[in-house]
Nanobody, 113 residues
């Protein structure tokens, strides 16, 4: 049974930084594509960033140049470094193994103005 556990959310002022982490357990192989999504109140879940096993990353336009995704294949873990945070980044952030349908429980990120 694959489980994804996120950590690192919290409350931060606009312009601040947070780092989210996600650890996957229950698999002996590293997943091909992992990423982060977020869902703000009253909005649909949206893509934030993804990274392949080989390290190729992709970002939503809204977070480019502010967020950086990274991964540790040996630990089946990914991280999301979020800088220059804005109030509109407030959401529940979810870790995911794309195309396999695995999701974490989510971690709240709140950015105050």
């Amino acid at each position: 049974q694959v489980q994804l556990v996120e950590s690192g959310g919290g409350l931060v002022q606009a312009g601040g930084s947070l780092k989210l982490s996600c650890a996957a357990s229950g698999s002996d192989v590293s997943f091909a594509l992992m990423g982060w999504f977020r869902q703000a109140p009253g909005k649909q879940r949206e893509f934030v960033a993804s990274i392949t096993r080989g390290g190729t990353s992709n970002y939503a336009d809204s977070v480019k140049a502010r967020f950086t995704i990274s991964r540790d294949n040996a630990k089946n873990a990914i991280s999301l470094q979020m800088n220059s945070l804005k109030p509109e980044d407030t959401a529940v952030y979810y870790c995911s193994v794309l195309y396999l349908g695995y999701w974490g429980q989510g971690t709240q990120v709140t950015v105050s103005s």
